[in-house]
């Protein structure tokens, strides 16, 4: 299986409220499916950040490859004034894409990868977002215009709860509680659910170990099981 | 255009480019172009490793905290080691313990199996509470363990060491005194890394190992002073990125660089070192790999008025 590895060029960056696009010229990278994810570098390698940041795209096509950033660090800064961006991907395991219904949940910078998701899902869809303020959630109207956005303290597990039980499935994208929170609530009314995780990566391509995650109840490597898992094998492990 | 081949303790390579041992999984990633592959360290008991988070990046590196993570003797031996025989290149299998019985049941096993071509005793893992590093830090303990492994096995030995001791040189030659066919050098520098918001220890083990171009000076020292000291055949990594940083590391005294965390931010790295570095070796006058080894050592007095040209 060889690993892909492009240096794209940076066709615009904007700023979405508090966050920043970066959209990339495709050059014949294979895109893979939404929920994959990509390891970004801006190239020439900036000094103060030694590793790559692993992003999913918030879409993507042979044209461009679009990434919805929280600028946080000195990584994610240099990839917000390159010009260039080295890409290696996809990697992992993307959303399972099942027939019929969906509901979208994203919270923070988890609904980054979810244009691309609402897109490939279609129209029986409903999503639901949660922020922490207004400038978080100007990006909802890259994923759908009708989203249900609720601010904090209000949690998305709150309007999810009156949806439930939703017939179809549960596709989520979020921080670690949330997740756990909303695969609890499709357990319960027995939802198939996917979820998008998170986990510091230093190679994304099962290398380093790095991401471990409790997975079926053990330690694995997020980059090779997921990023996007079936919710049980993740309820398992609590 | 100089020749890469390189000999290992017999074990012949097609160039000089090896993974360091837990920087690779070869069944998930394939080989990356490395002439031999190192296995990631396998101890008697499988091991969950430690509590994420594993890693932070700090700067000109990273910090790690994996903890030995590995399926345990019997599952590698029976699962991973017949694949990795189908890679297409040596495998050196790095063991682990906690006592010497079980890195000699380890030795054992590993060396039973065809695919194995050597043994990496990883005396140098900091990232665990006793065993492995508490071995490698007492020149008297190196020495027996290696001694004991060495006759369990026909295949050549390497002990992977640790820089975070006060004399390398010393540990290096209790290796090679209990029989050592070479050295593995360096293994990550101890250290920890803060949460810059909470101020407590920001891996899930507490401290970890670093590695990156921020040890690399560490390495061409540890390598430097044990070939010095030993003459053995060494595997010199720690910090490498590109192909310059090989040719040092030859020069330091090493037969064969690794690679570790550089493949971690760049997979496509092997290939383009493999592709340099003939013509790298070539513009510099020498005919092959073999030639460059221990150069660094030389006190060339002919060289220096051209070095010298700026102090004066």
């Known amino acids: 299986m060889p690993l892909r590895e492009r240096s794209l060029g940076v066709q615009r960056v904007e700023q979405v409220g508090a966050y920043t696009l970066l959209v990339l010229r495709n050059d014949g990278l294979e895109v893979g499916v939404p929920g994959q994810f990509f390891m970004l570098q801006a190239d020439p390698e900036p000094a103060a950040a030694y590793l790559p940041r692993a992003l999913s795209a918030a879409w993507a096509d042979e044209r461009e490859i679009a990434f919805l950033v929280d600028v946080l660090g000195a990584g994610t800064a240099a990839l917000a004034v390159a010009s260039r961006v080295r890409v290696v991907g996809p990697l992992g395991a993307g959303f399972a894409i099942q027939p019929g219904p969906s509901v979208l949940v994203g919270g923070g910078i988890g609904a980054a990868i979810l244009p691309w998701l609402a897109r490939t899902v279609g129209e029986q869809r409903r999503v639901v977002l949660g922020f922490r303020s207004e400038a978080h959630a100007i990006c909802a109207a890259l994923i759908d215009p009708e989203a249900t956005v609720v601010l904090d303290p209000v949690l998305v597990t709150e309007p999810l709860a009156r949806m439930m039980p939703v017939a179809g499935t549960v596709y989520a994208c979020g921080p670690d509680p949330m997740l756990h929170a909303v695969a609890a609530l499709c357990a319960e009314h027995h939802v198939p659910c996917q979820l998008a995780m998170e986990a510091a990566m230093a190679c994304g391509y099962g290398a380093c170990y790095g991401c471990a995650v409790k997975i079926d109840g053990v330690w694995k490597r997020l980059c090779v099981e997921g990023p996007v898992l079936e919710a049980g094998r993740v309820l398992a492990a609590r | ?312």
């Open chain 2, 1 to 312: 255009m100089s020749s890469l081949h390189a000999d290992l303790c017999g074990i012949p390579l097609a160039h000089p480019l090896v993974n360091g041992s837990g920087t690779l999984d070869a069944l998930a990633a394939g080989t990356l172009g490395l002439a031999a592959f190192v296995t990631k360290t396998v101890t008697l008991n499988p091991r969950a490793g430690n509590p994420p988070p594993r890693i932070a990046e700090t700067p000109s590196g990273m910090v790690n905290s994996i903890g030995l993570a590995n399926p345990g003797l019997e599952r590698f031996c029976a699962d991973h080691l017949p694949r990795l025989g189908e890679l297409g290149v040596p495998v050196v299998v790095s063991v682990g313990g906690w006592s010497h019985d079980e890195y000699a049941e380890a030795v054992r096993r590993v060396s039973a199996d065809p695919a194995t071509a050597a043994v990496e005793l990883n005396v140098s893992c900091p990232n665990v509470e006793t065993g492995c590093i508490s071995i490698g830090t007492d020149p008297d303990e190196t020495r027996a363990l290696v001694e004991l492994c060495r006759s369990l096995t026909d295949l050549p030995v390497f002990a992977k060491l640790s820089p975070s001791v006060a004399d390398v040189a010393v540990i290096a030659t209790a290796a090679a005194e209990g029989g050592a066919d070479g050295l593995v050098l360096v293994n990550t520098v101890r250290g920890i890394a803060i949460h810059r918001d909470t101020l407590r220890p920001l891996l899930g083990g507490g401290g970890g190992g670093l590695s990156g171009p921020a040890i690399k000076p560490v390495a061409l020292h540890a390598v430097h002073a044990s070939y010095a000291a030993t003459g053995l055949p060494i595997v010199g990594m720690g910090g490498l990125a590109n192909t310059q940083d090989c040719i040092e590391m030859l020069a330091a005294g090493a037969t064969a660089v690794g690679l570790g965390t550089a493949l971690f931010r760049d997979p496509g790295l092997p290939s383009r070192i493999v592709a340099e570095l003939p013509s790298e070796l070539g513009r510099r006058g020498f005919p092959d790999v073999a030639a460059v080894r221990g150069i660094a050592h030389q006190i060339d007095t002919e060289a220096q008025p051209e070095l010298d040209g700026l102090q004066r």
